[in-house]
């Protein structure tokens, strides 16, 4: 399984972006995909995650109302829509892939394939 990573960028505080994450080597539907971010300095924290099941949504309290996370199983690609975006998403962000289990998790011992990061800057 291979995750590709894109649509970074460097946007204005409130302003949108749109993550993609390109999946190869493995349908979407039974396994659960997760976004994480990565300050400089900081541990790595999840974002977002969609369920593989049953495309149920899982966010961090600090996302949540700004950030969407959706599927299309037939692109194999997963989206992560961010607007309002704060000073504080500065970060790479990075997808991820749970090889045995549908069900979403928050912490990144859970997945199984990374893709290699996406660099989102929040500043004016």
């Known amino acids: 399984v291979q995750l590709q990573a894109s649509g970074g960028g460097l946007v204005q505080p409130g302003g949108s972006l749109r993550l993609s994450c390109a999946v190869s080597?493995?349908?979407?539907?039974?396994?659960?995909i997760g976004w994480f971010r990565q300050a400089p300095g900081k541990e790595r924290e999840f974002v977002a995650g969609?369920?593989?099941?049953?495309?149920?949504?899982l966010y961090a309290e600090s996302v949540k109302g700004r950030f969407t996370i959706s599927r299309d199983s037939a692109k194999r690609t997963v989206y992560l829509q961010m607007n309002s975006l704060k000073y504080e998403d500065t970060a790479v962000y990075y997808c991820?892939?749970?090889?045995?289990?549908?069900?979403?998790?928050?912490?990144?011992?859970?997945?199984?394939?990374w893709g290699q990061g996406t660099l989102v800057t929040v500043s004016s």
């Open positions: 969609v369920g593989g099941s049953d495309g149920r949504t």
């Open positions: 080597g493995s349908t979407l539907d039974d396994y659960a």
């Open positions: 991820a892939f749970r090889r045995h289990s549908p069900s979403i998790a928050t912490f990144s011992e859970a997945y199984n394939y």
